[in-house]
Structures are given as C-alpha cells and as structure tokens.
C-alpha cells in the first residue's frame, strides 16, 4: 500500500470517522482498526494534503493482504485484482510491485517470466534476456550469476556483440541456463520479515550477514533473525550482493577478502535503511585466513589486501565476525549456483541456515587453533641503518717501516729535537705502536693482566700463558 505522511492529528479524525462506519459489524471493525492502528504508529500511512488534491494527485489502485484496511474506500480506488478478491471471483490475486508480482491473498512476492523469441544466441541477446530478469533483492542470483560467468566467458573469446559463431560448449551452457527461466514464476518468497502475528515492537531483532567465494563469483546474503514475545525464532531473507571474479587471476584467501568487504558494505547499508532496531549484527565467513587478517593491522599487509583490511575496520567491529564451516554457510549457494528448480524449493537460501533457530551457545564456534598465516601477504621487512667504520691505527701505511718512520717523526718533534730522531726514539716508537695495537685488540686482557686477575677461559690470549711486562706496560708470552 502507498506510503501517505501526514500528522497524527490529521489521521486520527478519518480514522475514528471510518471505524464508525463498521459499528455495525464488530469483528470487521476491530481487525480493521487494530490494522490501521499498526500503520500510523509505525508512520506507513497519511492523508492527501489539499494541495495534492486540487493537483490532481489522488492516488488509485489501492491493495493490500489485509481488506479490513481499505474496504472503506470507494470500488474506483482500489486495483481490479484487490476487486476481484474481495468478489471472491480469483484467490490467486497478483498485483505490480516494484517490477515483480505480489499475490495478496498469500502476501508473497513471485517474479514474471517474460519469454523472449530470438535466433542463435549471440552477445547481444544474451545480454537481452539476462538484463530482462529484474531482481531487486537479489534472491535469484545463484541462478544469474551464473549465466553472468558465461557471459565473462564469452567475451574473453572477443567475439562482436551480433557473431553467432560462439563456442559450443558456452551457446550448450546458455541454452541450458535459458530453459529454466520456464520455471521463474514459481519462484516466491514472503513480503513480510515475520508473520502477521508478531508483534515487531515486543520483539528482538539481529542481523546475520554470511559471505563466500569461489574462482568464478563471491558476495554476500544478509537475514534477518527475529525472537518474538513467545521465545520463538523467525528468519527471513533480506538482501544479496555478489560480483563475478576478475579476469586478473585471484587466490581464493583474496577473493574471499572481496567477499567479506562486501559483507561489510551490505551491512552498513541495511543498518541505514531498515528501520527495525537491530540488537545485534553478525558477519560470517568460512575462511579462517580472512579471520586472521581481520583480527591484524592493515599495515602489515601489501597493497591488495591492506587496502581492504583497512575499509573492513572503518566498516565493522572486528568482534562481529565468526567462522561459519562452507557447509552451513547459506553464501555458498550463491558461488555454487543453483537452478530455479532448486530456489523453488524451501532450503536455506530462502529460510537462513538451520543453526540460527538455535540460541547462540549452539551457533559454530571460532576455531581454536590459530591458522597457518600467509606470509606472501605481508609486506617484506627492510633495515635501514647507518654504520660507523672505525678506522684501524696505521691502516693508512704501506709498511711496518713506514708506520715506525711516522711515529718517531712525530715524537721526535713533539720533543722539540732537531735533526733526525735516534735508535732510542724508533724503539721507543715501536714500543708506542705495540702499546696502541694492544689495548684496541685486548683492551680486556690488558686490564685483568695489570690488576693481577687472571685470564677467562674464552679469552684468544688464554692457552698462551701471557704476563704482563710492567716496564713497556705490554702483554708478553712465554717462550725462547
């Protein structure tokens, strides 16, 4: 039923008008007003203004499951269908919503298949017959993505949009894939998250948002799990998101990672745009490599999968995720595929994995042990540092002569002697550069030496039985 906002003040005085009306018919007038009751406080209804009115903008062709809501509108402004109903001339009534078919009586919606006439399959038709298959929420696509992985199939062949030249075995696989469309409109699922009988205000409300990923095609499937006032578990189908594999091939952990992004997008999207308070929201996934890289800083990772880490945390909490085993997870029906035939069916696409009837100590469990980390997927670790060389005494010398030469040079002049230096200043210069070599190659020994200590066992020094020579303050060994 269209949405009309208006004030409680201007809604009441119609109401209580119309209840009057079925003051003859009490059981009638109380479903009605209980009805009507449930649509203004939750803001669904409102009267036409009067500049709406002299626009010429009444509305028409008005429907619902429940007739107590609009029996008291006039025959012209309800639809045929609704008319019929209430005839009780047609049960089976559908009426146009949103691009697919609500049947009334059932409060169901259920897609239309709109056959196609059409020569040998080319690009072209393909993408016509698959672009013709309206699906708002997503609920076929176990079935259309897979006719999207043959169209990526398809394109990698380069073939032009009108060639009716496709490989074999694809134009086999999409004639397969078209024949099923025959069973689209036994497809339906409910309207309503829960039945008529729950009272969504008295009941608690969690989201459940499980993703998957396989070579071909990854995404998500969101549901809804609501405890009513009895205890009782109620869960519906909300929304999918899915996405066909890049041509660029991808190890499954990455495209498991796309998936949970998604699973995070899909979440911040229905937390905007339900208006049920959600207790609790949950994200699901079956790969314990994406589990650890959630759990880690983003920083770690290399570009592919930090970037994602990274819009994953600003998205979540990362105490929302759990693991879910690929048996349970109700995605994996989504990357598998699976024919109309199937989705016709109840299984868990359509009703949620059995599990989240269960209270939460029941739900699967995180693993305990922590999973093999990918190593490939952090970035290489580089030092930078800076060394310092000291450069070794008498390094810059040719020769022992040369370096001997030097040093008497230097201490003769720092005597203030004249001429060249003597036999006793080049052995004092030996003595000098013996000293210097020492004390920067056994700077240890030296000191344990001249306190009396003895050497340790590790010392190089400590086989060879060194003394130390108090009158050139050196390091002697024993021998001829």
């Known amino acids: 039923m269209p949405h009309l906002h208006a004030t409680m003040e201007a809604v009441m005085p119609r109401l209580r008008s119309t209840e009057r009306k079925f003051a003859k018919d009490p059981q009638q007038a109380d479903a009605y007003s209980s009805e009507i009751q449930k649509l203004v406080q939750s803001g669904a209804i409102r009267r036409l203004s009067s500049e709406e009115r002299e626009g010429g903008f009444e509305l028409r062709q008005w429907a619902s499951n429940i007739p107590a809501v ?5 025959p012209e402004a309800r639809s045929d269908g609704f008319e019929l109903w209430l005839a009780h001339e047609k049960t089976d009534v559908q009426e146009s919503t949103l691009g697919l078919s609500w049947n009334c009586p059932a409060d169901v919606l259920t897609y239309r298949h709109r056959p196609m ?42 073939h032009s949009w009108d060639d009716t030249k496709l490989p074999q075995a694809l134009v086999q696989s999409w004639n397969e894939w078209e024949s099923q469309l025959q069973f689209l409109h036994k497809i339906s699922f409910p309207r309503s998250y829960v039945p008529a009988s729950v009272d969504q205000t008295r009941s608690i409300t969690d989201l459940h948002v499980f993703s998957d990923a396989s070579e071909s095609a990854y995404g998500a499937v969101a549901y809804l799990r609501t405890e009513d006032q009895q205890g009782k578990i109620h869960l519906s189908f909300v929304l999918v998101r899915s996405r066909v594999a890049p041509k660029r091939v991808l190890s499954i952990p990455r495209l498991e990672l796309c998936a949970a992004v998604i699973d995070a997008q899909l979440k911040t999207q229905l937390q905007k745009e339900l208006t049920l308070p959600l207790r609790h929201t949950v994200l699901w996934t079956d790969s314990t490599t994406v589990l650890s890289w959630i759990q880690s800083e983003s920083c770690y990772f290399k570009v592919f999968v930090g970037t994602r880490v990274a819009e994953i945390h600003e998205l979540t909490n990362t105490t929302a995720w759990r693991y879910v085993d690929s048996a349970q997870n109700p995605a994996d029906d989504l990357t598998r595929g699976k024919t109309l035939k199937d989705l016709a069916k109840p299984n868990r696409w359509s009703h949620g994995p059995p599990f989240l009837l269960l209270s939460s100590e029941n739900w699967p469990a995180n693993p305990t042990e922590c999973p093999k980390i990918d190593k490939s997927e952090f970035k290489k670790s580089a030092f930078c540092g800076v060394v310092a060389v000291n450069r070794q005494f008498g390094s810059e010398y040719k020769s022992w002569t040369e370096l001997v030469k030097a040093i ?34 056994f700077h240890e020994e030296l000191q344990r030496l001249r306190s009396g200590k003895p050497l340790q066992h590790n010392s190089s020094l400590f086989t060879l039985t060194p003394e130390y020579d108090t009158s050139t303050n050196l390091i002697r060994v024993g021998g001829r």
């Open 117 to 158: 006439d059409h020569g040998a399959p080319t690009m072209r038709i393909i993408y016509k017959v698959l672009a013709s298959q309206y699906d708002p929420l997503g609920y076929i696509l176990p079935y259309t993505t897979r006719a999207k992985v043959l169209v990526q199939q398809l394109w990698n062949k380069q």
């Open 70 to 74: 609009i029996n008291h509108l006039p």
């Open 408 to 441: 008497a040079q230097e201490l003769h002049g720092a005597a203030g002697e004249s001429g060249e230096p003597t036999a006793n200043t080049y052995q004092t210069a030996e003595t000098f550069i013996l000293q210097k070599v020492q004390s920067e190659s």
